[in-house]
Antibody, heavy 116, light 108 residues
Framework: QVQLVQSGAEVKKPGSSVRVSCKASGDALSNFAVTWVRQAPGQGLEWMGRIVPMVGITNYAPKFQGRVVITADKSTRTYYLEMTSLTSDDTAMYFC?????????WGQGTLVTVSS | EIVLTQSPGTLSLSPGETATLSCRASQNIGSSYLAWYQHRPGQAPRLLIHTASTRATGVPDRFSGSGSGADVTLTISRLEPEDFAVYYCQQYGVLPWTFGQGTKVEIK
């Protein structure tokens, strides 16, 4: 059964960048699709984008296009979310999840705090 | 992008009662490309239903999904204490995928 383990909490300055990782383990096919979702404090879930390594595609929500890059390292079964030009509005819990459509399972979440 | 509107925003019910949650899309998302998730505080979201009505592995049969196109429903029968949480619908019919704003099911 697949498990996704994410990297630890981050504290970043406005204008900087952050990279969050998501490592897959367990009995599963390699190179499956992964989606990133975030939840700002007191808000709902927000779909950010996905990577589908088997067909070599990534898709991003328009508000993140150009500021977010999602990648996958097939050799280590690790997926990455990199976000640049951080502002306080990016303070949120970031989740990875297996799947390019419905999402199951989810990682435990990584808290990213942007503060001067 | 497709906007999903969930109603009601909050549902106050007692254990043993039935919860009916609605999710309406701003346009037809095609077939049944809709999922439901349960989100408890401090935990990762959990997939309950995909393809509008297919229960995910290990999900109790008191959870059921129905509907298609632009209007879907999640029904939770015989509410258990662990069912009090926030529920989100998500469409994956038209990119970018989107989530509804959530329905909180709270103990009355």
């Amino acid at each position: 059964q697949v498990q996704l383990v994410q990297s630890g909490a981050e504290v970043k300055k406005p204008g900087s960048s952050v990279r969050v990782s998501c490592k897959a383990s367990g009995d599963a096919l390699s190179n499956f699709a992964v989606t990133w979702v975030r939840q700002a404090p007191g808000q709902g879930l927000e779909w950010m984008g996905r990577i589908v390594p088997m067909v070599g595609i990534t898709n991003y929500a328009p508000k993140f296009q150009g500021r977010v890059v999602i990648t996958a390292d097939k050799s280590t079964r690790t997926y990455y979310l990199e976000m640049t030009s951080l502002t306080s509005d990016d303070t949120a819990m970031y989740f990875c999840a297996r799947g390019g459509n419905w999402l199951d399972p989810w990682g435990q979440g990584t808290l990213v705090t942007v503060s001067s | 992008e497709i906007v999903l509107t969930q109603s009601p925003g909050t549902l106050s019910l007692s254990p043993g009662e039935t919860a009916t949650l609605s999710c309406r899309a701003s346009q037809n998302i095609g077939s049944s490309y809709l999922a439901w998730y349960q989100h408890r505080p401090g935990q990762a979201p959990r997939l309950l239903i995909h393809t509008a009505s297919t229960r995910a592995t290990g999900v109790p049969d008191r959870f059921s999904g129905s509907g298609s196109g632009a209007d879907v429903t999640l029904t939770i029968s015989r509410l258990e204490p662990e069912d009090f949480a926030v529920y989100y619908c998500q469409q994956y019919g038209v990119l970018p995928w989107t989530f509804g704003q959530g329905t909180k099911v709270e103990i009355k």
